[in-house]
């Protein structure tokens, strides 16, 4: 008989942050009746800030409009305290400018509330480990920000410098595939090897090149001019 532990998302520890109490304790039930260990949840930008430091989730699902403090900057300041914090803004809104500053504000990715429950756990499940998760017609947005912020001068650390890190054959291979866009599930099947073991690529290349995320690695790679090869 399988034990029902099994079953559990590998222990991902969920948090829920929105200021309608019904969608909040909806979205939270339906996440622990999956499987999810959903170990706070919050109705406004301080309440959340606070109760994500003490509880330490591994994602955030994270509505944009809260009293107190808005979304955005519950995840910049979030992002900034533990940066392997996962943020998955799950929203009303679909305007661009929205989007564009949760993702600048280190969202991981964006889903519409129209979403149904299983884009959600599906959505929240890719989060944890990093893939890009965006409504459709979002990614292509949010990949072309990726291009326009490559444009402008970095302040990232000048990798170019003698004796800087060097990245493996393999590395390189995976950063040209995630700034082209594809999410690591895409990549996988791409090369033929296994989700975990684009996941092990990426975060060794973050570590390499003294950067923090998934918009910084990428803007790397346009500027590098690796999204054309």
Known sequence: MTDPTD????????????????????????????????????????????RAKAAGPDVLVLDLNLP?????????????????LRVLVLSASGEHADVLEAVKSGATGYLLKS??????????????VGDPVFTPGL??????????LASEP???????????????????????LVAKGLSYKQIAERLVISHRTVQNHVQNTLGKLQLHNRVELVRYAIERGLDDE
Not at 115 to 127: F, H, N, P
């Open 115 to 128: 979403a149904s429950t299983d884009e959600l756990l599906d959505a929240v499940r890719r989060t944890a």
């Open 154 to 176: 970095a302040p990232a650390a000048d990798t170019d410098q003698p004796g800087a890190p060097q990245l493996t054959d393999r590395e390189t291979e995976v950063l040209r």
């Open 139 to 148: 990614a292509g947005l949010v990949l072309g920000e990726y291009r326009r």
């Open 68 to 84: 107190a403090k808005p979304g955005v900057q519950v995840c910049k300041e979030l992002v900034g305290h533990n940066p392997a």
């Open 7 to 50: 079953e559990r998302q590998d222990a991902i520890k969920v948090m829920v942050v929105d200021d309608h109490p019904m969608w909040r304790d909806a979205v939270a039930r339906d996440l622990a009746e999956s499987g999810f260990d959903v170990v706070a949840t919050a109705g406004d930008g301080d309440q959340a800030v606070r």
